[in-house]
């Protein structure tokens, strides 16, 4: 599961930036502290988080398909069941989808 966030937080990466960017923040991602000390643990900590990062990653890639919005439900409901904590994500993608969030304009 470690294996599949560092490659989730590159193809994030790759689809909000580009592949310079992607390769930088997977290899960041790799070498925090809290991820290499997790990878020996056994605890809920790896599987939330690649289960938030499958939810960013379909929320970004396409986010106006169903299927994509469907998997983006799916994927966060298993985080929900993991950690509670995760219903604060559910807060911030109803204020994107419904342009409470401003994005600046250049």
């Known amino acids: 599961l470690s294996l599949l966030s560092i490659y989730l937080v590159f193809l994030i990466s790759r689809t909000v930036f580009n592949d310079k960017v ?3 923040a997977s290899l960041f991602y790799s070498l925090i502290p809290s991820t290499l000390f997790y990878i020996n643990q056994t605890n809920s900590e790896i599987l939330y988080t690649a289960l938030l990062l499958l939810t960013l990653y ?4 396409i986010p106006s398909r169903l299927s994509n919005n469907l998997l983006v439900g799916l994927f966060l409901g298993l985080a929900l069941v993991v950690r509670p904590s995760a219903l604060i994500i559910i807060f ?3 204020l ?4 409470v969030l401003k994005t600046k304009k250049h």
């Open 22 to 24: 992607a390769l930088l």
């Open 58 to 61: 379909f929320y970004v890639k």
């Open 92 to 94: 911030f993608i109803f």
């Open 96 to 99: 994107k989808r419904f342009n």
